[in-house]
Each structure stands twice: as C-alpha cells, then as structure tokens.
C-alpha cells in the first residue's frame, strides 16, 4: 500500500511537471509569433518588448528569454523595452540579461543604470552576486553611469559586501579620482580596524599627486599620522611624497 501510494505521488508530480512546462512552451510560442510579427511590421524590438511586458509584466523572464532568443544582437533594445515598461523590473532583467552571457557584464550594468538609475545599488548587488571577482569593475561603471549616486553605492556596496570593501574602494577612486578624500573618508568611518588597507589602496589605486591628500584625509578621519604615512609607503608612495603631510 505504501509503495502504491508513493507511485501515485511521483506520477501526480509528474504530471505537474509536464503541465507546467507544457504551458510555459505555448506561453513561448505565443511570444514567439507576436514578436516576429512585429519584427515584420517593421515594429522595433524595444517596442514590442515594452509593449507586451506593460500588460503582461508577470511573464518578464519568458519575453526575454524569446527576445534574447531570435533577436541576441538586440540586447540593448530588448532591455531598456523591459525596463521602461515597468522599472520595478530592472532587477529581474538584469539578473536574466546577466545570465545569458549576451554581452561583458559592464556594459549591461551601465544600460540598466542608465534606463534605471533609481534601482542603481539593486542592479549592483545583483552583478556583484553573479560575479563577485569583478566588484571592482562593476562599482567602477556604476559610478561612471551615474555618478550622481557614487557616495551612496559605494557605502551601501561596502556594508553588503564587506570582505570586498578594497576592491570596491578602487573601483570608485578610478571611476572619480577627484572624490578620492570623500571615498577615504568614508571608508574609515565604515571599517576603522581597516584604516591602513584604506590609505594602501587609495595610493595604489591613484596618481602620485592625490598621495598628500590620501594622507591628510586618512588622519583627519582618525587614523594615526605615522600610520597612515606608512601605510600609503605601502601602496607606492615615495617618502619625499609625505614631507608636507599635515
């Protein structure tokens, strides 16, 4: 009876199985059709997107997958037709966009960001997660797509991403060397006990002529002068570059 009864449970699953896919198969057709139809029509790509997902958002991850599908060199319309369709969805593209491996990571963040700049620190973590050895590259477009936002991210990022806070830190100074004060700044404030892998890496990460204000900035954040000098060494600065450290 017990064998019966598990038999009857993997077949009734089975069958959920197969509904399921079944549906999702015409669901695909169905799209399928359309989006070629308006491809003939000599409607563009971003707005038959747009157009389904306004009335259908529910189905974003079947639409993409078509689109990306017959049209892959149109993965930039396909994505900001997603996206302007409901922005709330310019997580879930991202993620799919990433997943399809149609085109290098950067240059789909920076679309996203673009098309979304609200969902900037959302799509961030999303990338980061699906490819946490490039943090650095991802912060460092981010910033450059909006750089109104960099303060914000790069924080934000730092408090998700904790262990990764060196790389996430040279990702923003080379995306705006010119906020590099605030970036240190900020870095010592969120991990104190890193105070000194923060001053090696912002001169690392630098041209010679911000080293001083690498320095100055790290000690009027709290961290100790001789510290600080000897950390920036560290990172490749000459002494002579320290003589005039407040």
Same mark, same amino acid.
């Given at each position: 009876?017990?064998?019966?009864?598990?038999?009857?449970?993997?077949?009734?699953?089975?069958?959920?199985?197969?509904?399921?896919?079944?549906?999702?198969?015409?669901?695909?057709?169905?799209?399928?059709?359309?989006?070629?139809?308006?491809?003939?029509?000599?409607?563009?790509?971003?707005?038959?997107?747009?157009?389904?997902?306004?009335?259908?958002?529910?189905?974003?991850?079947?639409?993409?997958?078509?689109?990306?599908?017959?049209?892959?060199?149109?993965?930039?319309?396909?994505?900001?037709? #997603? &996206?302007? @369709? /409901? +922005?709330?969805? !310019?997580?879930?593209? %991202?993620? $799919?966009?990433?997943?399809?491996?149609?085109? =290098?990571?950067?240059?789909?963040?920076?679309? #996203? &960001?673009? @098309? /979304? +700049?609200?969902? !900037?620190?959302?799509? %961030?973590? $999303?990338?980061?997660?699906?490819?946490?050895? =490039?943090?650095?590259?991802?912060?460092?477009? #981010? &910033?450059?797509? /909006? +750089?109104i936002v960099?303060?914000?991210?790069?924080?934000?990022?730092?408090?998700?991403?904790?262990?990764?806070?060196?790389?996430?830190?040279?990702? #923003? &100074?080379?995306?705006? +060397?010119?906020?590099?004060?605030?970036?240190?700044?900020?870095?010592?404030?969120?991990?104190?006990?890193?105070?000194?892998?923060?001053?090696?890496?912002?001169?690392?990460?630098?041209?010679?002529?911000?080293?001083?204000?690498?320095?100055?900035?790290?000690?009027?954040?709290?961290?100790?002068?001789?510290?600080?000098?000897?950390?920036?060494?560290a990172g490749?600065?000459?002494?002579?570059?320290?003589?005039?450290?407040?």
């Open positions: 009876m017990k064998m019966l009864i598990v038999l009857l449970l993997l077949c009734g699953l089975s069958t959920g199985v197969i509904a399921k896919d079944f549906a999702q198969f015409k669901q695909e057709k169905l799209i399928t059709k359309i989006l070629k139809q308006q491809v003939r029509r000599h409607i563009p790509i971003e707005n038959s997107v747009n157009a389904i997902l306004t009335r259908y958002p529910e189905q974003v991850e079947v639409v993409l997958k078509v689109a990306l599908e017959h049209y892959p060199d149109e993965y930039r319309q396909i994505m900001l037709g #997603a &996206i302007n @369709a /409901e +922005p709330v969805l !310019a997580c879930d593209v %991202i993620e $799919i966009l990433l997943n399809a491996n149609v085109a =290098n990571s950067e240059e789909l963040i920076a679309i #996203a &960001i673009e @098309a /979304e +700049p609200a969902y !900037a620190q959302e799509i %961030i973590n $999303i990338a980061v997660q699906n490819d946490p050895t =490039n943090i650095e590259s991802i912060v460092r477009v #981010a &910033i450059q797509t /909006e +750089p960099s303060d914000s991210v790069v924080n934000q990022t730092m408090m998700s991403f904790p262990k990764r806070m060196v790389a996430i830190l040279a990702g #923003a &100074i080379k995306a705006m +060397p010119e906020q590099v004060s605030t970036f240190v700044k900020n870095a010592i404030d969120l991990f104190p006990h890193a105070s000194e892998d923060v001053v090696t890496e912002a001169v690392n990460s630098s041209e010679k002529m911000h080293t001083q204000i690498i320095v100055n900035s790290a000690v009027q954040a709290g961290l100790d002068k001789k510290k600080a000098v000897n950390a920036a060494i490749g600065a000459e002494p002579e570059q320290l003589a005039q450290i407040d």
